[in-house]
């Protein structure tokens, strides 16, 4: 089955600094990814949509400046937390599309928990 | 807003008992329903779908859901639970306007023997 790998797992950065969480899909191309966000006992939130070469979509009230999202190659997206604070620690979960089928057909990732300290 | 509550945060069910896990959505269309399952260090796995049709869908692991348009409602079951089965259980709708799927809060299954 489609297979989508998320790395790391977890991180732990100090406050002010930037990470980068990658997204793989490991066995099929994906042309559409999605980047969610996952608080303790709420549900997933959408964050953005990006297809690959193309910038991506931000939801509502997302920081697009913030959270830097590159979807350079048909297996790869990244998103980069910058300048991340205490409030932006989060499980963070992305998900792919393969090009041609609905965009409700997606595959997730395992996840990756941030804390800023 | 389209929208989708899942009442109950924690569940917890004896191995071999029955389980129910409530959906209700808010949606204007018809909808397109999902159950997924996650657990611990683990993506998203979809358990089932509905898009039209029987009103009953069958999904993987046993389970099983119904879509009730008049109570807005896609409850999740299973017959006997196994210990296996416990993890977190997420129903979500598509929004063809938006283009995405918009998740309920989830719902924590514990199993205990």
């Known amino acids: 089955g489609a297979v989508v790998s998320q790395h790391p797992s977890w991180v732990i950065c100090k406050s002010g600094t930037s990470v980068k969480i990658e997204c793989r899909s490991l066995d099929f191309q994906a042309t559409t990814m999605f980047w969610y966000r996952q608080f303790p006992k709420q549900s997933l939130m959408l964050m953005a949509t990006?297809?690959?070469?193309?910038?991506?979509?931000?939801e509502q009230g997302v920081e697009k400046d913030k959270f830097l999202i590159n979807h350079a190659s048909l297996t790869l997206s990244t998103l980069t937390v910058t300048s991340a604070h205490p409030e932006d620690s989060s499980f963070y979960i992305c998900s792919a599309r393969e090009g041609g089928l609905p965009s409700y057909e997606q595959y997730f990732g395992p996840g990756t928990r941030l804390t800023v300290t | 807003a389209q929208s989708v509550t899942q009442p109950d945060i924690h569940i917890t069910v004896s191995e071999g008992a029955s389980l129910e896990l409530r959906c209700n959505y808010s949606y204007g269309a018809t909808p397109y329903l999902f159950w997924y399952v996650q657990s611990p260090g683990q993506g998203l796995q979809l358990l089932l779908k509905?898009?039209?049709?029987?009103?009953l869908v069958q999904g993987i692991k046993g389970f099983e859901a119904e879509f009730k348009r008049s109570q807005s409602s896609f409850n999740l079951r299973k017959p006997s639970v196994h210990w296996s089965d416990a993890a977190e259980y997420f129903c979500?709708?598509?929004?063809?306007?938006?283009?995405?799927?918009?998740f309920g809060a989830g719902t924590i299954l514990r199993v205990k023997s």
């Open positions: 979500a709708v598509y929004m063809e306007y938006g283009n995405k799927l918009v």
């Open positions: 990006s297809n690959e070469g193309s910038k991506a979509t931000y």
């Open positions: 509905y898009f039209s049709g029987d009103t």
